[in-house]
């Protein structure tokens, strides 16, 4: 890459734009987890599907509205190398007790891109 006097740096192209992966992204199935009407309970167990390594970012105000038409608090973006194949029904970041549930998804050239929003009073 060519610096303000004209020499190459040292720095390539990719080091300089380089996607740090340093959140851990659980993936969980609560697919065998059943509400039992006679006990008014839920019962069965979730499941970790998938672990990943991501960059996460908050989706700003303005990206928020382009997006939803409002603004959106708790919406991470989540990158991937590799797209989760299993069935999930929520993650977490970094073993936090918050829970983020699928909004979208894109796959462009390169790793997969997850937009989540905090699951707000869902009591599965």
Do not use: C
Not at 50 to 64: E, F, K
Request: aromatic fraction near 8%.
């Amino acid at each position: 890459m060519l610096n303000r006097w004209g020499t190459f740096s040292s720095l390539t192209l990719t080091e300089v734009i380089a996607v740090r992966f340093n959140h851990e992204v659980k993936f969980y199935n609560t697919s065998k987890r059943r509400y039992n009407p006679k006990t008014s309970q839920y019962e069965g167990g979730e499941e970790m599907v998938a672990d990943r390594m991501a960059d996460i970012t908050d989706v700003g105000t303005t990206r928020s509205v382009q997006l939803f038409g409002s603004i959106v608090q708790g919406v991470r973006e989540l990158r991937l190398v590799e797209p989760v194949d299993s069935v999930w029904a929520y993650l977490t970041i970094d073993d936090q007790p918050t829970k983020y549930r699928m909004r979208t998804t894109t796959t462009p050239l390169k790793n997969v891109s997850l937009l989540v929003g905090e699951d707000v009073g869902k009591n599965d």
